[in-house]
């Protein structure tokens, strides 16, 4: 007998019912136990004084009158009893229930479990708990369930599950560790949560389940990380410190603080034997692109090719010209790479990528496709990550000799976002924005205010800045949002008569439409730039000094703050301006979440409390993981610490080989097979 075993060597699982708790995720005993519930009905008597409309109770008292049975409608039973409880009587009703008829007679004593109604002086019985001296439960554990499996199957699963095998439980979690943080061992989470006696008893075990729960979880990850970092796996990259220092000293400002910390991170990376997984985070604005510069020109000096993917064509041609500006005067080759290269040029690129003539290359989704090869591929940077899906991220990693790998993303993840969806890769945070940069004014006005928009509008054109605006955004209708922006368009070309160009962007244009409309509003030519896309994250226009979001409660707060982050580049002070009248109260919530702060990582922690985990990115981009029982946001003190307790368990013992963490390194594998679909 074994944990591992499947759970149809328990009574009464059939093929139907195996299918229906395999549905659930249950494959194995294991997995019985561990399958815990949500929540509890509290079944201890309740004073019917004090009972509110509609609330579940128990009440007990003595049946005054024989049960009666009575029918309605097609197939529908009621069955009725009296019971006083201390002074009073109450009707309680069991609806298609007929059998309950025989569990009743006058005199008996019995607690029931219903739902009251005081102004009828009367429960709707949901279940007997006990009948004579039997002992009324306190608690009852509600599972979440199918159609398959039942709410008593699954609890009598449970306990014959636990009366066989619960002998066999080993804790997962260390003893130092559960000694340390006061948890429970697994064999008592599993009584506590499917079996407690009193709500302290429940409260404490679930506390133990939770850290048991996200503590398997970073030691999953953690494994990946010592899985990556081990040097079979990793490309040494040798650079010439003398160079890179020499080309930083060429920059014509200086590096904040932020920004020299993750500098020497990532080229500490390089360096080692190891294979770098890791994840550049900053604000908008706060200087990625100059790190990852320093990075490349470092891979450069050491005979290694360096790839910088980014997901749009507009935003690779805005790297290109700043990196060769950036490299004119050192001894290196950067390329272009995108769809719209000429055939011609195209192959010439192909030949000297390969033949290792090329230093830097920078592209879109054309860098991956299938007759792009390098020579000596030694770093591969992908730019806004999470818009590459996990498959294109992975041909890009295979390309060369297994490159160090650096993403970076412009959207700032609160700590609880970085420990779950990121886990498996270090974290470089730029915290502070360049010196000199203003933070940009942000003013939410209401729709009948929009004429002091339009004059906002008219004082930046007549100081020479350009404006943004951006249109309702309503995703089930193309073809309204396309109406909204025209109509939107063509009252500002009458607004604006004589004093500046407005052009349109939309999403029914063909690419190379909308790139000519941003270069044109990039080189100045367009005054005024109406959109009903959100403009590309990274889009560099340091003269623009105004965005007007329209119906601003429609975006979610990440986007308001990726849209506001397109003005205020440049040295100009910038504005940015939220017309809506939200109905509800997250609306509300955002417009002032924009208003009081510039802070991309405190409107972030706020988007993640109002929205929750799995809408930042997206759940599928994201890959944010579908805890049972913890809440990442809400539960964030218990993950802190679990991940904390993971990477020093794994610091100490990558192996997991010594005897205290024997049963983690049983579980991890579990989870491997489980995942793998091997039992």
């Not at 009703?93 to 479990?113: G, S």
């Not at 002998?167 to 429970?184: A, G, K, N, T, Y």
């Not at 650079?239 to 400002?253: E, G, K, M």
């Not at 041909?395 to 297994?402: A, D, N, Q, T």
């Amino acid at each position: 007998m074994s944990l591992s075993d499947p759970v149809t060597v328990l009574g009464g699982v059939g093929a139907k019912r195996a299918e229906g708790l395999h549905a659930l995720g249950i494959n194995t005993v294991a997995d019985l136990l561990f399958y815990f519930p949500f929540r509890y009905d509290d079944l201890q008597e309740r004073d019917l004084e004090t009972a509110l409309d509609g609330e579940k109770i128990t009440i007990k008292g003595t049946v005054v009158s024989a049960p009666v049975v009575s029918r309605f409608g097609a197939r529908k039973t009621r069955v009725n009893i009296r019971l006083r409880v201390n002074r009073a009587v109450v009707m309680v009703t069991f609806f298609n229930q007929p059998w309950l008829k025989d569990k009743f007679h006058e005199d008996q004593q019995v607690a029931v479990y219903g739902k009251w109604n005081p102004s009828h002086s009367a429960l709707t019985g949901m279940r007997v708990l006990a009948t004579q001296d039997e002992d009324s439960p306190s608690l009852a554990a509600i599972y979440p369930l199918n159609q398959a499996v039942h709410q008593k199957f699954l609890m009598g699963l449970i306990k014959e599950a636990f009366e066989k095998y619960g002998d066999q439980i080993e804790s997962v979690v260390p003893r130092q560790l559960r000694d340390h943080f006061r948890l429970l061992s697994d064999r008592d989470i599993v009584i506590g949560m499917h079996f407690p006696e009193t709500k302290q008893q429940a409260t404490a075990a679930r506390r133990s389940a939770i850290f048991r729960e996200f503590f398997l979880f970073e030691a999953q990850l953690q494994l990946i990380k010592t899985n990556n970092a081990a040097p079979a796996e990793g490309l040494r990259i040798p650079f010439d410190n003398a160079r890179v220092r020499a080309f930083i000293a060429t920059l014509p400002f200086t590096l904040t603080t932020a920004q020299k910390r993750v500098v020497n991170e990532i080229c500490a990376d390089m360096l080692s034997a190891h294979h770098m997984n890791r994840l550049l985070q900053g604000d908008v604005g706060s200087g990625k692109t100059i790190v990852a510069a320093i990075c490349m020109y470092a891979a450069v000096t050491a005979r290694f090719q360096a790839a910088l993917m980014v997901p749009t064509e507009v935003l690779a041609e805005q790297h290109y010209k700043k990196l060769s500006k950036l490299f004119a005067d050192l001894p290196l080759r950067v390329e272009l790479l995108t769809s719209s290269v000429k055939p011609a040029k195209r192959r010439e690129i192909l030949a000297d990528l390969a033949s290792g003539e090329i230093d830097i290359i920078i592209g879109t989704h054309a860098l991956i496709q299938k007759d792009v090869n390098f020579a000596a591929l030694g770093l591969a940077i992908i730019d806004e990550q999470h818009r590459f899906g996990v498959g294109q991220r992975e041909i890009l990693r295979s390309k060369g000799l297994k490159p160090d790998v650096l993403a970076m993303t412009a959207t700032p993840i609160p700590r609880t976002l970085a420990i779950t969806a990121y886990g498996e890769m270090d974290v470089s945070t730029i915290d502070e924005l360049p010196a000199g940069r203003k933070p940009v004014v942000t003013q939410w006005l209401h729709k009948n205010e929009r004429g002091r928009a339009v004059r906002l509008m008219q004082d930046e054109i007549r100081g020479g800045g350009q404006c943004f605006v951006i249109t309702p955004l309503i995703a089930e209708s193309e073809k309204i949002d396309l109406q909204n922006a025209e109509s939107v368009f063509e009252d500002l070309q009458k607004a604006l008569t004589g004093q500046g160009t407005v052009a349109l962007l939309h999403g029914q244009m063909k690419p190379e439409e909308k790139e000519a409309i941003m270069r044109d509003f990039s080189a100045g030519k367009t005054q005024v730039l109406v959109s009903t896309t959100v403009i590309e994250v990274g889009v560099d226009v340091p003269n623009a000094t105004l965005m007007v979001i329209l119906d601003a409660d429609r975006f979610g707060l990440a986007q308001l703050h990726q849209l506001r982050g397109r003005v205020g580049r440049g040295s100009k002070a910038a504005q940015c301006i939220l017309i809506a009248d939200p109905s509800t109260e997250q609306g509300i919530s955002r417009m002032e979440v924009m208003t009081s702060t510039n802070d991309g990582f405190v409107v972030a922690q706020k988007d993640l409390e109002l929205r929750g985990q799995g809408d930042i990115f997206g759940a599928k981009q994201s890959g944010m993981p579908d805890f049972r029982l913890g809440d990442p946001v809400g539960d964030f003190n218990i993950l802190d610490a679990a991940q904390k307790s993971a990477a020093t368990i794994f610091a100490a013992d990558p192996t997991l080989s010594q005897p205290e963490n024997k049963q983690l390194s049983i579980a991890l594998e579990r989870v491997r097979i489980a995942a793998s679909g091997l039992n």
